[in-house]
């Protein structure tokens, strides 16, 4: 457990590193804008001072990037809420979303959403059927989860099959049904967040939001669980309700994610351990500087793509992926996991 001290030097760091990366985001792009300028356009809308910037400087920061700024950050916090309660729940070091196959479960969801009801709730409807997905998809991990034991990483590799039977069924399926509504087979393989709306953000928050308060309660019996199931039984834990709950939640933020944004994968794995490094185990502290970790690395990384594609944007989920395979790379060789 830290330290008091330690904590509030977290917490500091945290408050500077949040509207940092903010004004990184919304002045990176193909038409630079300058962090002065980003900074004037943030202050006109948040505060009563009014500074009216250029109108298209306000378009662009505005209108475009801080709802992209904004969705990249509850995506990345609530997979790193994902990772962090998928690894304490499952007792599984290296679970993460997209490795046990619920991010797929959610792609299924939301393609299923886009095509049968864009016309008449644009994405916010794949954003609902993908977290319905996700809620379906994690009750299998929790039945798969309870059928394979022995070492985490049997457990993975089930997970990595399941995932990509069903990442060949999306895209087959987004292939044959050739809608240009529908996003192409990258985005749910890799992400996107050229699409983010202010609209997406707004029931992206509400997922967040309905995951965040539904999990916490439960942060001392993901303590227990963490310990074995079959200890917490003997101490008065319900296991299988628990596990259900928070499972479910956990397939409902990662759902409605994939539907916004795509499959972005490794968050989970890489924020909920830096979490733990960061605060210790107890998941009161854990989960929230998951959600914190995962969101700041998911909206760097989509800086990180528009810098480095020159006017082309390299999909955020190859930027995490880079870094999550390596991450993992380097837990295994260090012996940091049971193999």
């Known amino acids: 457990m830290r330290q008091p001290r330690s904590l509030g030097i977290i917490a500091i760091l945290a408050c500077l590193a949040v509207p940092a990366v903010v004004i990184v985001s919304v002045s990176v792009g193909a038409v ?62 290296i679970a993460d979303a997209q490795l046990i196959g619920l991010s797929s479960a959610g792609a299924v969801g939301g393609l299923t959403g886009f095509w049968l009801g864009y016309a008449s709730g644009g994405p916010t409807v794949a954003i609902a059927a993908g977290a319905v997905a996700g809620v379906c998809g994690a009750l299998c991990v929790l039945w798969l989860s309870s059928r394979v034991s022995g070492e985490p990483t049997r457990f993975i590799l089930v997970g990595v099959g399941a995932g990509l039977a069903l990442g060949a069924l999306v895209a087959a399926a987004s292939i044959a049904i050739h809608d240009p509504r529908i ?71 990662v759902g409605a994610s994939v539907g916004a944004a795509g499959s972005i994968g490794f968050v989970g794995l890489v924020a909920g351990r830096t979490a733990v490094a960061a605060v210790g185990p107890h998941h009161h502290l854990a989960i929230p500087a ?26 955020v989920g190859l930027v995490t992926a880079i870094i999550g395979g390596l991450y993992l790379v380097g837990l295994i060789t260090r012996n940091r996991v049971p193999i």
């Open 290 to 315: 998951s959600a914190l970790a995962g969101g700041l690395m998911v909206a760097l990384a989509d800086v990180v793509g528009r810098i480095i594609g020159h006017g082309f944007e390299v999909p």
């Open 32 to 93: 630079p804008v300058p962090m002065s300028d980003s900074l004037r356009v943030l202050v006109d809308h948040l505060t009563p001072f009014r500074l009216d910037p250029p109108s298209q400087t306000n378009a662009i920061v505005w209108n475009i990037r801080l709802p992209r700024t904004v969705v990249a950050m509850l995506v990345g916090m609530i997979l790193g809420i994902a990772g962090t309660v998928l690894q304490g729940s499952l007792r599984n070091p």
């Open 183 to 253: 996003p192409d087979v990258a985005f749910w393989f890799f992400g996107g967040l050229g699409a983010s709306t202010w609209e997406v953000a707004g029931a992206l928050a509400l997922a967040g939001a309905i995951v965040a308060i539904g999990v916490m309660p439960y942060a001392r019996r993901l303590d227990i669980l963490s310990l074995g199931h079959d200890a917490a039984r003997h101490v008065g834990v319900n296991v299988g309700t628990t596990l259900i709950i928070v499972l479910g939640l956990i397939g409902l933020g």
